[in-house]
Structures are given as structure tokens and as C-alpha cells.
């Protein structure tokens, strides 16, 4: 693995990340609010992305550009691990491992983000859910880091009942925000992406996510630039 390099921050400049893969801005949301200048990339238009974008494949970009940040964020497609996916026989791509070998070599602190379906092409991951956050809804992500380290908050026990996907959510039960879930506006409350359509909610990172895993980043890079 390439070693970390120094960041050589300018004095009064906001440490930048790369978010890669981003969709819709889930993930950047959580970083901007812990004090990063966000920059997104992803191959498709994303109209709704609240801060800077850039429409680009972002394996390449990294490779080209990844040096010019101080921490970088991937979420490559979940698609390929996908049981839904698999269970109506497409194929997709893994893009865990050249995102990884991407990242490497930048020498940045960087954060792998994915389901837990693809727990097995992931090193040492932490998992997260939106449960622990105050949401009502169960969904776990899985997120591998190199260069710095967080402890996600205490994983609380799945004791609510799950909506069936589809239906309204119950009352006292959790919901289910996939495929074509009902209340995209309770969606959008409980997750705190108000900016988002269905097709973003149905598989954005929480923005609780990335700002408690931002905090800790931003810390590495701090410590690093002193």
C-alpha cells in the first residue's frame, strides 16, 4: 500500500474531499456539515447534488486528480452484490478492488463505503445504522477507511417491526425505504435529505453517517497538517 503523504494545507484553506460515486449527495451532505469543501464525481448527470460537481468516471479521476485532496470518500455501485440483482441474473461490474487500488495510490486518507452484501471484499469494515442515529428505518452500511480510524455509535437492537416494503409504515414500526416504498417525503424527513427524489433516498448514505466519519477524518487531517 502507498504510504500516506503530508498534506501541506494552506493556512486558511478548507481541507477538501472527493466524493466519488456520489449520486445524489447523501454522503457529501454529512462531510460539509463536518467542516469539508466537498467536490462530486460520478459517469452520470446528478441535477440534484447540492454542492460542487463534476460529471466524470471516477476511477480515472482519482488516478488524475486525487492528490489535490486532503481525504477522499468512494462509493462504488452496490449492485454487483446486490441479492436483488442476483436473483434476476444481471451482471455488474466489482468496482471495489480498482476503486481500492485507486485510492492507494493517492496516498490520501480515504473511506470505502458499500453494503453489507459486499462485506467480503471489504478490510475491516465498520458498520453503521441509521437506527443509531434516531431514523426509523434499519439501514446498515459498511465503510472501510486507511488513514485514520473512527467508533461508529453503539449499534441499538432491531427491536421495532419492519414495514413491508411497499406499504405505508405502521404505526411504531420501522420503515423499509427500497424499491417502490411508500412516503418519500417521511423519507426525506427521517433521513434529513430534504433535496432528494425517490431514486436518491432509495440508496443514499444518511448524511449522520459521513458527519460523524467526517469528524474523525477531519481530525487525521488536522493532526497531519500541524
Same mark, same amino acid.
Given at each position: 500500500?502507498?504510504?500516506?503523504?503530508?498534506?501541506?494545507?494552506?493556512?486558511?484553506?478548507?481541507?477538501?474531499?472527493?466524493?466519488?460515486? #456520489?449520486?445524489?449527495?447523501?454522503?457529501?451532505? &454529512?462531510? +460539509?456539515?463536518?467542516?469539508?469543501?466537498? =467536490? &462530486?464525481?460520478?459517469?452520470?448527470?446528478?441535477? #440534484? @447534488?447540492?454542492?460542487?460537481?463534476?460529471?466524470?468516471?471516477?476511477?480515472? *479521476?482519482?488516478?488524475?486528480?486525487?492528490?489535490?485532496?486532503? +481525504?477522499?470518500?468512494?462509493?462504488?455501485? #452496490?449492485?454487483? @452484490?446486490?441479492?436483488?440483482?442476483?436473483?434476476?441474473?444481471?451482471? !455488474?461490474?466489482? $468496482?471495489?478492488?480498482?476503486?481500492?487500488?485507486?485510492?492507494?495510490?493517492? &496516498?490520501?486518507?480515504? +473511506?470505502?463505503?458499500?453494503?453489507?452484501?459486499?462485506?467480503?471484499?471489504?478490510?475491516?469494515?465498520? %458498520?453503521?445504522?441509521?437506527?443509531?442515529?434516531?431514523?426509523?428505518? @434499519?439501514?446498515?452500511?459498511?465503510?472501510? %477507511?486507511?488513514? *485514520?480510524?473512527?467508533?461508529?455509535?453503539?449499534?441499538?437492537?432491531?427491536?421495532?417491526?419492519? =414495514?413491508?416494503?411497499?406499504?405505508?409504515?405502521?404505526?411504531?414500526? *420501522?420503515?423499509? @425505504?427500497? &424499491?417502490?416504498?411508500?412516503?418519500?417525503?417521511?423519507?426525506? %424527513?427521517?433521513?434529513?435529505?430534504?433535496?432528494?427524489?425517490?431514486?436518491?433516498?432509495?440508496? #443514499?448514505?444518511?448524511?449522520?453517517? %459521513? !458527519?460523524?466519519?467526517? =469528524?474523525?477524518?477531519?481530525?487525521? +487531517? $488536522?493532526?497531519?497538517?500541524?
Amino acid at each position: 500500500m502507498t504510504q500516506p503523504t503530508d498534506i501541506r494545507r494552506d493556512s486558511g484553506r478548507q481541507p477538501r474531499l472527493l466524493d466519488l460515486f #456520489c449520486c445524489q449527495g447523501g454522503a457529501a451532505k &454529512g462531510y +460539509v456539515d463536518a467542516g469539508f469543501d466537498v =467536490t &462530486g464525481i460520478d459517469i452520470a448527470p446528478q441535477p #440534484c @447534488y447540492p454542492y460542487r460537481f463534476v460529471q466524470a468516471e471516477a476511477v480515472a *479521476f482519482v488516478r488524475e486528480h486525487g492528490r489535490d485532496f486532503d +481525504v477522499i470518500h468512494a462509493s462504488p455501485p #452496490c449492485q454487483h @452484490y446486490s441479492r436483488a440483482q442476483k436473483i434476476q441474473h444481471r451482471t !455488474h461490474p466489482d $468496482l471495489i478492488a480498482p476503486t481500492r487500488a485507486a485510492l492507494e495510490a493517492t &496516498g490520501r486518507p480515504w +473511506v470505502i463505503e458499500n453494503v453489507e452484501e459486499a462485506a467480503a471484499q471489504l478490510r475491516d469494515p465498520v %458498520t453503521m445504522c441509521a437506527a443509531a442515529f434516531g431514523m426509523r428505518t @434499519y439501514r446498515h452500511r459498511l465503510f472501510e %477507511t486507511r488513514g *485514520f480510524t473512527f467508533t461508529p455509535p453503539q449499534h441499538p437492537a432491531h427491536l421495532a417491526p419492519l =414495514t413491508k416494503m411497499g406499504r405505508p409504515r405502521a404505526a411504531g414500526h *420501522f420503515a423499509h @425505504y427500497v &424499491g417502490n416504498f411508500s412516503g418519500v417525503a417521511e423519507a426525506r %424527513t427521517d433521513m434529513r435529505v430534504p433535496w432528494m427524489n425517490r431514486d436518491g433516498i432509495l440508496e #443514499c448514505i444518511p448524511p449522520a453517517y %459521513t !458527519h460523524w466519519i467526517g =469528524t474523525a477524518a477531519l481530525q487525521a +487531517v $488536522l493532526e497531519v497538517a500541524a
